[in-house]
Nanobody, 123 residues
């Protein structure tokens, strides 16, 4: 069974940076992918970014392109989300997810979810 554990959330001022980490335990196969989603207060969870474990193809929501960077460390089995130039609208609980789906922008393409980490951006 795959388990995911996020870390790195916190409080930051607008314009600041944070790096989220998600460690993967358990065996993964083939076209495994990792994604980040976020949920702001009172809103639905939304896609942020994703990466294919093999080949490293990346995907981003338009709202974070140019500010966020997703990467992976195969040896540490960890995915990172580097978030720069943070804005108050980036505030929310960030979840990492793992799975084998084809459309990584969709929640239901993922099989495994972390517990979430809170990111708060003050104005």
């Amino acid at each position: 069974q795959v388990q995911l554990g996020e870390s790195g959330g916190g409080l930051v001022e607008a314009g600041g940076s944070l790096r989220l980490s998600c460690a993967v335990s358990g065996r993964t196969f083939g076209n495994y992918a990792m994604g980040w989603f976020r949920q702001a207060p009172g809103k639905e969870r939304e896609f942020v970014s994703a990466i294919r474990w093999s080949g490293g193809i990346t995907y981003y929501a338009d709202s974070v392109k140019g500010r966020f960077t997703i990467s992976r460390d195969n040896a540490r089995r960890t995915v990172y989300l580097q978030m720069n130039n943070l804005k108050p609208e980036d505030t929310g609980v960030y979840y990492c997810a793992g799975g084998y789906g084809s459309n990584l922008y969709r929640e239901n393409e993922y099989n495994y979810w972390g517990q979430g980490t809170l990111v708060t951006v003050s104005s």
